[in-house]
């Protein structure tokens, strides 16, 4: 059964540095690309971008480009998303995704939990 | 970056009654289009990719249609577990794939 488990809530001040991980299971970790999706509670859903685990290839949303890091450890299938300087604004739920296939240009079909993300001073 | 637009942005159905839900690209995106449905506290879950094909675990009574910049999914006859929100996502090519702002439904 293929499986996506996040690390839990956090909140932190701006600022401040954080990484959240998603833990993958059940499947190749190294064949399906791992996206970020943000979604303020109550809004939309915004794709950040994703990484190929076999690779670390990564490709960012523009206007996401320089504000987070996405990386993975292969040896423990577990995709990060990182921020160096947290910004109020930052505040959201963070999903990460699993792409379908070996091929981004597909959809995300297993979801992890989400892990909640509040930046306030 | 492609925008996608959604249409309306809360539908009020009865149980029993059908729905049905549009979605708009900025430019054509083949048939690279997925539904996705979140209730409340939830992750989305993938419904229908390739704009008409539904993913595992879907019911029969979703039905996605359309191609190049129209889209829509149907509810045949809506459940209880039906009311949620719902996004399209375009996947063609070439990223960001942005999501569209989603439509509501709710119980009538």
């Known amino acids: 059964e293929v499986q996506l488990e996040q690390s839990g809530a956090e909140v932190k001040k701006p600022g401040e540095s954080l990484k959240i991980s998603c833990k993958a299971s059940g499947y190749s970790f190294t064949t399906h690309w791992i996206g970020w999706v943000r979604q303020v509670p109550g809004k939309g859903l915004e794709w950040l971008g994703f990484i190929y685990p076999a690779d670390s290839d990564t490709r960012y949303r523009p206007s996401f480009q320089g504000q987070v890091t996405m990386s993975v450890d292969k040896s423990i299938t577990t995709a990060y998303l990182r921020w160096n300087s947290l910004k109020a604004s930052d505040t959201a739920i963070y999903y990460c995704a699993r792409v379908s296939g070996s091929w981004f240009s597909l959809p995300f079909d297993h979801w992890g939990q989400g892990t909640l993300v509040t930046v306030s001073s | 970056e492609i925008v996608m637009t959604q249409s309306p942005a809360t539908l009020s159905v009865s149980p029993g009654e059908a729905a049905t839900l549009s979605c708009r690209a900025s430019q054509s995106v083949g048939s690279n289009l997925a539904w996705y449905q979140q209730t409340p506290g939830q992750a989305p879950r993938l419904l229908i990719y390739?704009?008409?094909t539904r993913a595992t675990g879907t019911p029969a009574r979703f039905t996605g249609s359309g191609s190049e910049t129209e889209f829509t999914l149907s509810i045949s006859s809506l459940q209880s577990e039906d009311f949620a929100v719902y996004f399209c996502?375009?996947?063609?090519?070439?990223?960001?794939?942005?999501f569209g702002p989603g439509t509501k439904v709710d119980i009538k």
């Open positions: 996502q375009h996947y063609n090519y070439l990223p960001p794939f942005t």
């Open positions: 390739g704009a008409s």
